[in-house]
T-cell receptor
Framework: GESVGLHLPTLSVQEGDNSIINCAYS??????FIWYKQESGKGPQFIID?????DKRQGQRVTVLLNKTVKHLSLQIAATQPGDSAVYFC???????????FGTGTRLKVLA | KAGVTQTPRYLIKTRGQQVTLSCSPI?????VSWYQQTPGQGLQFLFE???????NKGNFPGRFSGRQFSNSRSEMNVSTLELGDSALYLC?????????????FGPGTRLTVL
């Protein structure tokens, strides 16, 4: 499949370990955030979202943390599996249904 | 249930030409959005259609246009292609507009402009 980003920052994690992927967002007024997963040759897939009135939200094996003070978002993946290998990127809503800024992402490589 | 399908998957064009990309949404989804994805810019919103009407438009020149048919299938057209239009064009469908947690993306059309 095609590569979306050939020069993305890469995080290599041993299978079974936890992964932490970070994202710095730009607009202090952003009130809604999304994490996406994009596997090679596929479109992005919604993973988890969080609103600005929350600091933490948990899903299945994933946790998103929001630090509004430093405009930082992180995605934690527990017990990383080979199927988690993908590019992960965040999106912030800057106001309005379609006013999103999408990050370019981090490539996660899971080592067997 | 079949996912979002996009055709063609790969396309090579030369500068000045025009191109039409097609998207078939998930059955029952009436909202279709289009995005451009490049390594340097990430994902950028192009436009969104619902019930054959363009509801929202991103910050792209008028060379980029689209339409939606009564069966919710959508096409986007880029006229007078430029080298910078080389990108992965993604289509996403959802039951209703603006529902990002119910939005599903297709695999994209990789457009290369020479």
């Amino acid at each position: 499949g095609e590569s979306v980003g050939l020069h993305l920052p890469t995080l290599s994690v041993q299978e079974g370990d936890n992964s932490i992927i970070n994202c710095a967002y730009s607009n202090s007024a952003s009130d809604y955030f999304i994490w996406y997963k994009q596997e090679s040759g596929k479109g992005p897939q919604f993973i988890i979202d969080i609103r600005s009135n929350m600091d933490k939200r948990q899903g299945q094996r994933v946790t998103v943390l929001l630090n509004k003070t430093v405009k930082h978002l992180s995605l934690q993946i527990a017990a990383t599996q080979p199927g988690d290998s993908a590019v992960y990127f965040c999106a912030e809503n800057t106001g309005g249904t379609y006013k999103y800024i999408f990050g370019t992402g981090t490539r996660l490589k899971v080592l067997a | 249930k079949a996912g979002v399908t996009q055709t063609p998957r790969y396309l090579i064009k030369t500068r000045g030409q025009q191109v039409t990309l097609s998207c078939s949404p998930i059955s029952g989804h009436r909202s279709v959005s289009w995005y451009q994805q490049t390594p340097g810019q990430g994902l950028q919103f192009l436009f969104e259609y619902f019930s054959e009407t363009q509801r929202n438009k991103g910050n792209f020149p008028g060379r980029f246009s689209g339409r939606q048919f009564s069966n919710s299938r959508s096409e986007m057209n880029v006229s007078t292609l430029e080298l910078g239009d080389s990108a992965l064009y993604l289509c996403a469908s959802s039951p209703r507009p603006g529902n990002h947690n119910e939005q599903f993306f297709g695999p994209g059309t990789r457009l290369t402009v020479l």
